[in-house]
C-alpha cells in the first residue's frame, strides 16, 4: 500500500517496532481481529490515524513554517553521514515520488542503532527547521519502513536512488561573481538536498576541504564541492566526464546562500576526457 500524501495506519504503540503479524491497513486489521487475537504486546488504536507528509508538500507547502512538527511520509535515504563519535546521524532523503523539484530533505538527530543504508526505505518525524539556509528535520526520529512498496520498490528489491542530472549553471554556487553575494543557479533552491550528477566539468580553483567546478568555459559561474561526506584530493584542471552528489545549501555565516555539491564515495567522481 502506498502512504505518500494519504493517511498511514499506526496499529502499534511503539513507533519504533512494527508488529508483523499485522499490516497497517484498516480493513486488513479488522479482517485480522475478525479471525484471531493482535499481535501479543500490541495496543490497537482503533480508528487512530496519523498524517504524514511528502517532502514536496512540505518544502513547497508556504504553510508549513519553522518549528511546526512533522512526519514524512515514506522517504528513500539517498546519503548518510555518522559524526567521529558515532553519536549523531545525518540523513538525506527523497521521495518515492522521483520528483524532480522540491522532493528531497536533510534530516539530523541522534545516532541509535544501526544506520540506515542508501536505498533502504524510511520513515522520519521530528521538527522541521532552517538550518543554515537549508529545510532540515531537527532533531527527527527514524524508523525503517519494511513494507517496501511504500517506496515504490515491489518485488522486495532495494534498489539504489537515481541522481537528477543537471547543468552546472542551473545549481550554480553562483552565476555572477562581479555581483555582491552569490548569485545562485534557478534551480538551487528546489534541488536542494537532492541527488544530482552532472556531466563533463572541470576543476576551477582548490581549498583544503573544498574545490570549485565549471563547464571549462565560463568560469564566472562554478559550483562549489565540498567534503562533509567524501574528501577528494582535486587538483586545478583536472576534468571530470562525471560527478555525483547531494545538493545542500549551508550559508554558515555568509549572508548570502552557499550551494555545495557533496559527493558521497570515490564511485561518485569519475574522471575522464
Excluded at 480493513?27 to 479471525?35: C, K, N, P, S
Excluded at 538551487?188 to 566539468?201: C, I
Excluded at 559561474?221 to 574528501?231: G, K, R, S
Excluded at 562525471?242 to 550551494?259: A, C, F, H, M, R
Aim: aromatic share 10%; proline share 7%.
Amino acid at each position: 500500500m502506498r502512504r505518500s500524501g494519504a493517511l498511514a495506519y499506526r496499529s502499534n504503540a511503539k513507533p519504533f517496532v512494527w508488529p508483523t503479524c499485522i499490516r497497517h491497513s484498516p480493513l486488513v486489521l479488522l479482517a485480522a481481529l475478525a479471525t484471531g487475537p493482535a499481535c501479543a504486546g500490541d495496543v490497537i488504536f482503533v480508528g487512530d490515524y496519523e498524517y504524514t507528509t511528502p517532502i514536496e508538500s512540505l518544502r513547497y507547502n508556504t504553510n508549513f513554517v519553522p518549528g511546526e512538527l512533522a512526519e514524512l511520509a515514506p522517504a528513500i535515504v539517498t546519503a548518510t553521514m555518522l559524526t567521529s563519535s558515532n553519536t549523531k546521524l545525518t540523513l538525506f532523503l527523497e521521495d518515492e515520488t522521483g520528483s524532480d523539484q522540491w522532493s528531497a530533505i536533510e534530516a539530523y538527530g541522534d545516532a541509535v542503532g544501526q544506520p540506515p543504508a542508501v536505498g533502504d526505505c524510511v520513515r522520519v518525524k521530528g521538527t522541521f527547521v532552517d538550518f543554515g539556509g537549508a529545510a532540515e528535520i531537527s532533531p527527527m526520529i527514524w524508523w525503517p519502513d519494511t513494507h517496501l512498496e511504500d517506496c515504490g520498490y515491489f518485488g522486495g528489491v532495494v534498489v539504489p536512488p537515481t541522481p537528477i542530472p543537471v547543468s552546472i549553471d542551473y545549481v550554480a554556487t553562483d552565476t555572477s561573481p562581479g555581483m555582491a553575494g552569490n548569485q545562485p543557479g534557478l534551480g538551487a533552491e528546489s534541488h536542494e538536498s537532492a541527488l544530482v550528477t552532472l556531466q563533463n566539468v572541470t576543476v576551477l580553483a582548490t581549498s583544503t576541504h573544498s574545490f570549485e567546478v565549471y563547464d571549462g568555459v565560463d568560469s564566472g559561474t562554478y559550483l562549489l564541492v565540498d567534503d562533509f561526506l567524501y574528501h577528494y584530493a582535486a587538483t586545478a584542471g583536472t576534468h571530470f566526464s562525471s560527478i555525483t552528489g547531494v545538493l545542500n545549501e549551508y550559508d554558515g555565516v555568509s549572508s548570502t546562500p552557499v550551494y555545495q555539491l557533496l559527493p558521497r564515495s570515490a564511485s561518485d567522481i569519475v574522471v575522464g576526457p
